[in-house]
């Protein structure tokens, strides 16, 4: 079956550090990966998209790197603050970039202690 | 500029009782999605739309239906509520081309 996993429930980090999050899949040849920010009580928020043929792709003090090899996207966060502190989910497009619809991830809980 | 707009918030309903939780987006975008989203589960695709007049079905549909007679709007019906409905609902729209999605802010519904 395919499958998409998010390697931790849960990363706590110190402020400043760079946060490291994983997401693997299975069973997929997605068109592009995406990585999302979602607060509590609040719908999931865009934050970066990485096609198939790109290796990685940075904007600002985040940086996402996709291995198509490995089935695997990296997502960093550098000079993490307290504000980062939010779950962040991965997607894949499993429409084969057709009608974008999205498989995601259960999501990690990034915090970062002050 | 509101994006994606949901409505209700909130809901509690009795099971068995039906509604319609309204969807709308301002930005012109053909392709909509609702999606639910269950404590410690990633978002599961309930239907989706490609344009006015066609919709279809994703992953988890039983127990929904859903319209689309106009771009604005893409409303989610649960006929017959059941308390394995009870979750957080996301309504999304994404620009042709894919590359930036955007979401509502969800509507809470719980059956009881």
């Known amino acids: 079956s395919q499958k998409i996993e998010q390697n931790s429930e849960a990363l706590n980090i110190q402020e400043g550090k760079t946060a490291t999050l994983t997401c693997n899949y299975t069973n997929y040849s997605p068109a592009y990966l995406q990585w999302y920010r979602q607060d509590p009580g609040r719908g999931p928020v865009f934050l970066l998209l990485i096609r198939e043929n790109e290796k990685e792709k940075r904007k600002e003090r985040l940086k996402v790197t996709f291995d198509t090899t490995l089935k695997q996207s990296l997502f960093h966060i550098t000079a993490s603050q307290p504000a980062d502190s939010a779950t962040y989910l991965c997607?894949?497009?499993?429409?084969?970039?057709?009608?974008?619809?999205?498989?995601f991830g259960k999501g990690t809980l990034l915090t970062v202690n002050p | 500029n509101a994006g994606v707009t949901q409505t209700p918030k909130f809901r509690i309903l009795k099971i068995g009782q039906s509604m319609t939780l309204q969807c709308t987006q301002d930005?012109?975008?053909?392709?909509m999605y609702w999606y639910r989203q269950d404590p410690g589960m990633g978002l599961k695709l309930i239907y989706y739309s490609v344009g006015a007049g066609i919709t279809d079905k994703g992953e988890v549909p039983n127990g929904y239906n859903v319209s689309r007679s106009t771009t604005e709007d893409f409303p989610l019906r649960l006929e017959l509520a059941a308390p394995s409905q009870t979750s957080v609902y996301f309504c999304a729209a994404v620009s042709s081309g894919g590359n930036t999605i955007y979401f509502g802010e969800g509507s809470w519904l719980t059956v009881v």
């Open positions: 930005m012109n975008h053909n392709y």
């Open positions: 997607a894949l497009d499993i429409s084969g970039g057709s009608n974008y619809k999205l498989t």
